[in-house]
């Protein structure tokens, strides 16, 4: 079912609008743009199967592309019309931490029938994304998210430019209804909640048109709760342009087959180069299986084939002066199954992994579970700090930074890209460099969101 092929889809959609849409005119307008986050009942499993009852902002899954040019302002007022309360995080933006949406830290939740205004100025282009920010293993699995994207300055040289949300749903397969236990003791404790039915931007059948030796701009967002989509090339060929937004300093050849973590992006150039009337794929690997992601029916010919694409600009500061010296502070990851945590700090009590258990909570920083008053480290603003982070447990994490992007801290002394999440499997140790960014209470957390709520959270001090 992976291959069924509809034609006549439509091409570069996501380019298109962006060009219909100056987002200045947004901006200026007299009423603030809103963001509704609301209950609504859309065709997320194919045809034929009832609709499914989601959370979207304005309804839909994925929400409102949100699309403005580097340096603009964006400006939303969101309205929560959902039945609990609510915030919305821009994830990967270097924004003021009042605007980071991170409800009991940077703000207030906001209760139902409320709303809070969010301004921020896209200093970086590249490919972001929003998501709610409070109860978010719950409200994000249903399916409060939606793709953010700053333009360059001039549009790079692509044929057409593609956003590519990737996502999967724990889903009941006759009433495609989603599974409403949000807060299962297994998924907490093991890898997470995965889905047993996946979509790009909430379609189950992905289908583009394409021309042969075309040149595409994918825009690959993993907002799954916990999957680690392995995904692959068929007919296509190309380059990693950008990572969480932030350009390569050198395009890099795409793998046979690459790892994109939740909440991680990845900006990839390819080039068509299936012969005209074949289909070209972006596939995922499940089970040892290739499924298509997403499938392009290739048309004629474009031309004839490219070089490699020069990088992206740079964004605006992405050095890390200084990082050999620069204070290390260390993270210690333990616990969840097979994990071997005797005991934790929970509450600012002493609590053995079987009260834990008890109380729904699977894992530690440090030996203290969830946040606390006291942050991980504290450094003062534009300084750089370095973090060492020990996977102790039998799981992958996928450790996003908010308001900041790190550099790994290479083996040979060099530093790798920047990146504001980063995936450590079971056993790993790794360095990571960064600056801090502007003052506040920063989040740092797994972006496996049932392990977020069940103790992996802490935060950074920025003075
Ligand atoms: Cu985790």
């Not at 034609?7 to 963001?35: D, R």
């Not at 490699?308 to 050095?319: A, S, T, V």
């Not at 200084?322 to 290390?328: I, R, V």
Request: aromatic share 8%; glycine share 10%.
């Amino acid at each position: 079912m992976n291959n069924t092929r509809r034609e006549f889809l439509k091409l570069g959609s996501s380019a298109a609008i962006g060009a219909l849409i100056p987002s200045g005119l947004l901006a200026s307008a007299q009423s603030p743009v809103t963001l509704t986050a609301l209950p609504a009942n859309v065709q997320l499993a194919p045809t034929g199967y009832p609709k499914t009852e989601i959370w979207g902002f304005d309804g839909t899954t994925p929400g409102t592309l949100i699309r403005v040019k580097q340096g603009e302002t964006v400006r939303r007022r969101f309205v929560n019309n959902l039945p609990e309360a609510s915030s919305v995080h821009w994830h990967g933006l270097r924004l003021e931490n009042a605007m980071d949406g991170v409800a009991g830290l940077t703000q207030e939740a906001v209760p139902p029938g409320e709303s809070f205004d969010y301004a921020f100025n896209a200093k970086d282009a590249g490919t972001f994304w929003y998501h709610a920010h409070t109860n978010s293993v719950e409200q994000v699995a249903r399916g409060l998210y939606g793709p953010l994207i700053v333009d360059e300055p001039e549009a790079p040289d692509v044929d057409s430019d593609e956003v590519l949300i990737l996502d999967d749903w724990a889903m009941n397969p006759e009433t495609a209804q989603l599974d409403p236990d949000f807060t299962s003791r297994h998924d907490r404790s093991h890898a997470g909640r995965r889905g047993n039915y996946v979509t790009t931007n909430g379609e189950p059948y992905a289908e583009r048109r394409a021309a042969r030796n075309q040149r595409i701009r994918l825009r690959l967002i993993n907002a799954a709760n916990a999957r680690i989509f392995q995904l692959g090339l068929d007919g296509l060929e190309g380059w990693i342009m950008a990572l969480d937004g932030m350009p390569l300093a050198q395009p890099e050849p795409v793998a046979k087959v690459f790892l994109l973590a939740p909440g991680q992006r990845m900006d990839l150039f390819v080039d068509v180069t299936a012969q005209s009337g074949k289909t070209a794929h972006l596939f995922r690997v499940d089970d040892d299986e290739a499924l298509s992601q997403v499938a392009f029916a290739v048309g004629d010919e474009a031309g004839s084939r490219r070089v490699p694409p020069p990088p992206l600009p740079e964004n605006p500061d992405m050095d890390v002066p200084g990082y050999e010296q620069a204070p290390l502070f260390d993270l210690h990851m333990e616990g969840g199954a097979m994990g071997g945590l005797q005991s934790a700090l929970f509450n600012g009590k002493r609590m053995s992994f079987r009260q834990l258990v008890d109380v729904n909570q699977f894992w530690s920083f440090n030996g203290t579970v969830g946040l606390t008053d006291a942050p991980l480290a504290a450094v003062v603003s534009g300084r750089t700090a370095r973090v060492k982070i020990r996977n102790d447990t039998a799981f992958p994490h996928a450790m996003h930074l908010h308001g900041m992007h790190m550099r790994e801290v290479l083996k040979d002394g060099g530093l790798g890209p920047l990146r504001d999440t980063v995936l450590l499997f079971g056993d790993d140790t790794r360095e990571f460099a960064f600056v801090a960014g502007k003052p506040g209470k920063w989040i740092f957390h797994c972006h496996m969101l049932g392990h977020t709520a069940s103790g992996m959270a802490t935060w950074i001090d920025v003075t």
